[in-house]
């Protein structure tokens, strides 16, 4: 989009600057260690995690021309506000030792967002809905016009904004997620160790444990998953399959000590898991280095992020299968 003469935002956050201050110096500034290139500078809060334009929409795709197209970001913004006092009183009740259950429930909601409204989701959401459409029109050539080439699926002007809007702020959807977060086992690890908490432009990072089923039966949905959220340099919220970690049990929503090897865990998570970017207080980037040069591919901004196979009965219709890498 070219043109903007009513908007007044720019850079638009994919993770909230009130967020990102739990991880900066008092003068909001923090390292930035870039995965595409292995390099490490000093960087802002205010220029991190942002996008020129990032949410806004297409006039093309307004009903009414008079709508604003900044409408997404500024719904997300008056989100932050409530956002940023949830934050605070998370981390007061994790330091005294215990997050109570309104404060926590609170806080799945804003999980459930903040893992719909980054870069990465959107490009996993667009991935998937291509690969899907594509694979409906060749499919469909190939039964109905066998002899012809397959057209090519198109986007047209708006339509990933469109689209990732309606994800973000259909309340069923979001609900839904922040529920699946909630029903983990929540446990709060405080790291007071000389390495901070590192945090990305994905901070909602997850990944399945593998799981060795001696009986032969198909492993539940769910079994092995470990999400993990800091909260900032010196507590991160961690959710964990209840079956697998059991043995945390005894400390649902209570605050426990994280040690070096646990630290490593969950920084190492966000390098794995982000697009580009890990943020952190100090530029303490030696672990982020060393996964890069041993997994470059986790090092692309553009890996494929899904896999998407769909088969179609004589009448046109089709089952898809969706799958997204660990």
């Given at each position: 989009?070219?043109?903007?003469?009513?908007?007044?935002?720019?850079?638009?956050?994919?993770?909230?600057?009130?967020?990102?201050?739990?991880?900066?110096?008092?003068?909001?500034?923090?390292?930035?260690?870039?995965?595409?290139?292995?390099?490490?500078?000093?960087?802002?809060?205010?220029?991190?995690?942002?996008?020129?334009?990032?949410?806004?929409?297409?006039?093309?795709?307004?009903?009414?021309?008079?709508?604003?197209?900044?409408?997404?970001?500024?719904?997300?913004?008056?989100?932050?506000?409530?956002?940023?006092?949830?934050?605070?009183?998370?981390?007061?009740?994790?330091?005294?030792?215990?997050?109570?259950?309104?404060?926590?429930?609170?806080?799945?909601?804003?999980?459930?967002?903040?893992?719909?409204?980054?870069?990465?989701?959107?490009?996993?959401?667009?991935?998937?809905?291509?690969?899907?459409?594509?694979?409906?029109?060749d499919q469909?050539?190939?039964?109905?016009?066998?002899?012809?080439?397959?057209?090519?699926?198109?986007?047209?002007?708006?339509?990933?904004?469109?689209?990732?809007?309606?994800?973000?702020?259909?309340?069923?959807?979001?609900?839904?997620?922040?529920?699946?977060?909630?029903n983990l086992?929540?446990?709060?690890?405080?790291?007071?160790?000389?390495?901070?908490?590192?945090?990305?432009?994905?901070?909602?990072?997850?990944?399945?444990?593998?799981?060795?089923?001696e009986t032969?039966?198909?492993?539940?949905?769910?079994?092995?998953?470990?999400?993990?959220?800091?909260?900032?340099?010196?507590?991160?919220?961690?959710?964990?399959?209840?079956?697998?970690?059991?043995?945390?049990?005894?400390?649902?929503?209570?605050?426990?000590?994280?040690?070096?090897?646990?630290?490593?865990?969950?920084?190492?998570?966000?390098?794995?898991?982000?697009?580009?970017?890990?943020?952190?207080?100090?530029?303490?980037?030696?672990?982020?280095?060393?996964?890069?040069?041993?997994?470059?591919?986790?090092?692309?901004?553009?890996?494929?992020?899904?896999?998407?196979?769909?088969?179609?009965?004589?009448?046109?219709?089709?089952?898809?299968?969706?799958?997204?890498?660990?």
């Amino acid at each position: 989009m070219a043109d903007h003469p009513k908007q007044t935002t720019v850079k638009q956050h994919t993770v909230p600057r009130c967020y990102l201050r739990g991880f900066a110096d008092a003068d909001q500034n923090f390292y930035s260690f870039n995965k595409l290139y292995k390099k490490a500078k000093p960087a802002s809060v205010g220029q991190s995690a942002q996008s020129s334009y990032f949410y806004d929409f297409d006039p093309s795709t307004l009903q009414n021309p008079n709508d604003d197209p900044q409408w997404a970001e500024k719904t997300l913004s008056a989100l932050e506000t409530r956002f940023k006092v949830v934050l605070d009183s998370f981390i007061d009740e994790a330091r005294v030792g215990e997050v109570s259950v309104d404060t926590a429930r609170c806080m799945a909601q804003f999980v459930a967002i903040q893992w719909l409204r980054t870069r990465g989701a959107r490009d996993a959401l667009m991935e998937i809905d291509t690969k899907q459409n594509q694979e409906f029109v060749d499919q469909w050539y190939t039964q109905n016009y066998p002899d012809m080439k397959p057209g090519k699926f198109t986007l047209g002007p708006g339509y990933e904004q469109a689209l990732h809007a309606e994800l973000m702020f259909d309340y069923d959807h979001v609900i839904g997620i922040a529920k699946r977060f909630w029903n983990l086992l929540w446990v709060v690890g405080r790291n007071r160790t000389e390495h901070p908490f590192y945090t990305s432009d994905e901070p909602v990072a997850g990944r399945r444990n593998p799981v060795i089923d001696e009986t032969s039966q198909p492993v539940p949905l769910g079994v092995g998953l470990e999400y993990a959220f800091p909260l900032n340099s010196e507590f991160a919220l961690v959710m964990l399959d209840r079956r697998m970690f059991s043995g945390l049990l005894p400390y649902e929503r209570k605050t426990m000590e994280f040690g070096p090897e646990g630290v490593e865990r969950y920084n190492a998570l966000q390098v794995m898991k982000s697009t580009q970017y890990v943020f952190c207080l100090k530029g303490d980037f030696d672990l982020a280095e060393r996964l890069c040069n041993a997994h470059p591919v986790f090092c692309d901004p553009y890996r494929d992020r899904a896999q998407v196979d769909l088969t179609l009965d004589q009448d046109g219709i089709g089952s898809v299968s969706v799958e997204l890498p660990d």
